[in-house]
Nanobody, 123 residues
């Protein structure tokens, strides 16, 4: 089993930054691939990017490349999502998710999810 707990959400003005955290626990092989997703009101869930924790390699969807950065701190079992240049369109609930490492991509099926953290960006 894997448990994921997100934090760091909040309200910020357009142009601002936030860093979300995701603390992971449980069987490590089931969380070698960590992903960040978001869901805005009335919209489908959107994948943002992933990190392959054994080597730290990251991949992002085009819509957030250059603005969002995923990183990890292995000593804290924590994965981060640094978000810069936020716009109101980034308002959503943000989730981290985990899966084993055979495929590490936002389009893969993730079996473990956190509870989500709300990010609100005002203009």
């Amino acid at each position: 089993q894997v448990q994921l707990v997100e934090s760091g959400g909040g309200s910020v003005q357009a142009g601002g930054s936030l860093r979300l955290s995701c603390v992971a626990s449980g069987y490590s092989a089931s969380r070698e691939c960590m992903g960040w997703f978001r869901q805005a009101p009335g919209k489908e869930r959107e994948g943002l990017g992933v990190i392959f924790t054994p080597n730290g390699k990251t991949a992002y969807v085009d819509s957030v490349k250059g603005r969002f950065t995923i990183s990890e701190d292995k000593t804290k079992n924590t994965v981060y999502l640094q978000m810069n240049s936020l716009t109101p369109e980034d308002t959503a609930i943000y989730y981290c998710a985990a899966r084993g490492a055979n495929v590490c991509a936002t389009g893969a099926q993730f079996g473990y999810w956190g509870q989500g953290t709300q990010v609100t960006v005002s203009s």
